[in-house]
T-cell receptor
Framework: ETGVTQTPRHLVMGMTNKKSLKCEQH?????MYWYKQSAKKPLELMFVYSLEERVENNSVPSRFSPECPNSSHLFLHLHTLQPEDSALYLC??????????????FGPGTRLTVL | AQTVTQSQPEMSVQEAETVTLSCTYDTSENNYYLFWYKQPPSRQMILVIRQEAYKQQNATENRFSVNFQKAAKSFSLKISDSQLGDTAMYFCAFKPYSGAGSYQLTFGKGTKLSVIP
């Protein structure tokens, strides 16, 4: 719908598993973001990449590891997660990161459940 | 640090009526952007409207308009002629123009709007 796609849409994993979330943007943007959306809490920014360089990391536990191989793709590698990490993980992209005209466009999210 | 407060966790409106969602924010910045995003049950977050703090004129997008009161740090969203498709979570968000945090959108907790046939 908005040019940002995420896979998978749903993921169930055990605490000892390793999995990855994928995000792809088809908008020609220069920046990509990972957000965590938990029930009854505001969206929390996790990581920001601008021109494939990480520019912001909001004190996210090391069990979450981002990767941005190019400006169109963003991954979130997950390992040894905790049940409290269960949430909706949203990816976003924008054209003018940190700039005055910047607007972020979101993907549909991955619903993650950690057992 | 900025904070965004949406004081109405849930609201409902009759189809074709008008509803206003409230948002207040706290910042020491003078230049910033404010946004309203909509997240329908399908979960895709969609930009509804954007306001630049230096502009006195309130932004409008078709049936959606805002009432931006900079001194009061208030940014409410008015939806006219409500439609069933407007049923969604609505999030207010803040972004500074520049400096530390200029990459980051700060969101409120959201207002769940239900449009009743």
């Amino acid at each position: 719908e908005t040019g940002v796609t995420q896979t998978p849409r749903h993921l169930v994993m055990g605490m000892t598993n390793k999995k990855s979330l994928k995000c792809e943007q088809h908008l020609g943007h220069n920046a990509m973001y990972w957000y965590k959306q938990s029930a009854k809490k505001p969206l929390e920014l996790m990581f920001v990449y601008s021109l494939e360089e990480r520019v912001e990391n909001n004190s996210v536990p090391s069990r979450f590891s981002p990767e941005c191989p190019n400006s169109s793709h963003l991954f979130l590698h997950l390992h040894t997660l905790q049940p409290e990490d269960s949430a909706l993980y949203l990816c976003a992209s924008s054209q003018d990161p940190g700039g005055r005209t910047d607007t972020q466009y979101f993907g549909p999210g991955t619903r993650l459940t950690v057992l | 640090a900025q904070t965004v407060t949406q004081s109405q966790p849930e609201m409902s409106v009759q189809e074709a009526e008008t509803v206003t969602l409230s948002c207040t924010y706290d910042t020491s910045e003078n230049n910033y952007y404010l946004f309203w995003y909509k997240q329908p049950p399908s979960r895709q977050m969609i930009l509804v409207i954007r306001q630049e703090a230096y502009k006195q004129q309130n932004a409008t997008e078709n049936r959606f308009s805002v009432n931006f009161q900079k001194a009061a740090k208030s940014f409410s969203l008015k939806i006219s002629d409500s439609q069933l498709g407007d049923t969604a979570m609505y999030f207010c968000a803040f972004k500074p123009y520049s400096g530390a945090g200029s990459y980051q959108l700060t969101f409120g907790k959201g207002t769940k709007l239900s449009v009743i046939p």
